[in-house]
C-alpha cells in the first residue's frame, strides 16, 4: 500500500499544521482524524481565519446570542469563542505535544491585530491570554513589526511560547531570531528553565510572487531590454527568500552563542512556511508545498491544500537545491529596480491592515447576530 504522502512529509523532517480552525473539527471527530490518519501535527488561527469560520456558518449563532443575553458585548463574545476553540484544539493535540517533547502538538492564537505596533500593549494582552487559555502546548502570536521585536524577547523571558507572524524579510527573520535567543539568554541568566520554551517563526511566502509579479509583468510589457530578466524572475522570488531564510534559520540555531542555550535544554525557534496556498491559477497549487520540504521545517496549511497534497504531493526534500539559484534571483532584483526590503515592509503594512480589517468585520458580524 503507498504511504500516505502527508506522512512521507513527516519522514522528511517537515511537520503539517492545519491553517484553520472551526469548532466543528473537534465536535464531530474530523480533527482527531486528520491527526491519526494523516499525522496532522499543529494548528494555527488568525483573524481571517475565525472571521470565516463565524460569519460563514451558523454554528456560533446559538452561542452568541445566548452570551448577548448574558450581557457580554461583541468583543467579549469574540474572545470566549475563539479561546474555547483553541482550548478545545490544544487537547486534542496534548498527547502528541508529550509524545514530541513540545517539537509539534502546538496550537496558536493571535493577540489583537490593533496592538501590532503597539509594544506594551501586545505584551500585556499576550500575558492575559496565556494565563486565560491555560494550556501548554498553546503559542501566542505576535507580528514581527518593529514594535513586536521588543515583545517577543520580553514574551519569551517571562516564560510564554510565541508563534512569530507576519514575517517576510531576511533582515527582519535576523532580527526575530535573535529576539527569540536574547528572551532565552534572559531566562537563563535569572536561573530559570529553558527547555520548556517553544516558539516558531511564521515566514510568509506566496504573498512575495503576489506582489512582486504583477511588478515584472509590467516590466515585461514596457521594457524590452529587461524583458528576457523580468521573464525568468516570474514566480521565483519567494521560493528564492525563503531558501535564504533557511540558511539563516541554520546558521544561527547551529552557532556556538545557540549551541550554550541548546546545551541549557533550549529549543530552536522553528521556521514555519506560512500563506502557501497559490493566490496565482497560473501555477500549480502545491508549488509552495514541494519547493521548501526539508528537516526542521513547518508548513501551514489550509484544508483545500492539504487534501491536494494528499492527492498529488510529491515527497522529496529539495529546499537545500538549487541555493546558487536562489541567491542570483535576488541578487538580480535591484537591477531591475525591485527593493525587496521595501517589497517585504509593504507586505507587513498589508498583513495588518487585513488582519485589523478580518477582525473589525468579525466583531461587526458579531453584533449583528445579537
Known sequence: MIENKLKQLNILGQSIWLDYIRKDLMED??????????????????PSIFEKAITQSHLYDEDIKKMALEGKDSLEIYEALSQTDVQNAALEFLHLFEQSNGK?????LEVNPHLAFNTKGTIAEAHRLWTTLNRK????????????LPAIKQLISDGINVNVTLLFGLDRYRQVANSYILGLEDLIARGMPVNNIYSVASFFISRIDGLIDPILEGIIKQDDDKQLLAK???GQVAIANAKAAYQIYKEIFTSSRFEKLANLGANPQRLLWASTS?????????????ALIGPETINTVTVETLNAYRDQGNPVSILEDNLDEAKNILAKLPSIGINLNNVTQQLEAEGVKKFRNSFDSLIESIEKTT
Open 29 to 46: 471527530g474530523e480533527l482527531k482524524r486528520l491527526i491519526l490518519e494523516d499525522n496532522l501535527k499543529g494548528m494555527t488561527s488568525n
Open 104 to 108: 509539534d502538538g502546538l496550537v496558536s
Open 137 to 148: 502546548n498553546m503559542l501566542i502570536k505576535v507580528p514581527a513589526t518593529k514594535e513586536g
Open 232 to 234: 525568468s524572475l516570474l
Open 278 to 290: 497559490t493566490k496565482n491559477k497560473n501555477y500549480n497549487e502545491l508549488k509552495y508545498i514541494e
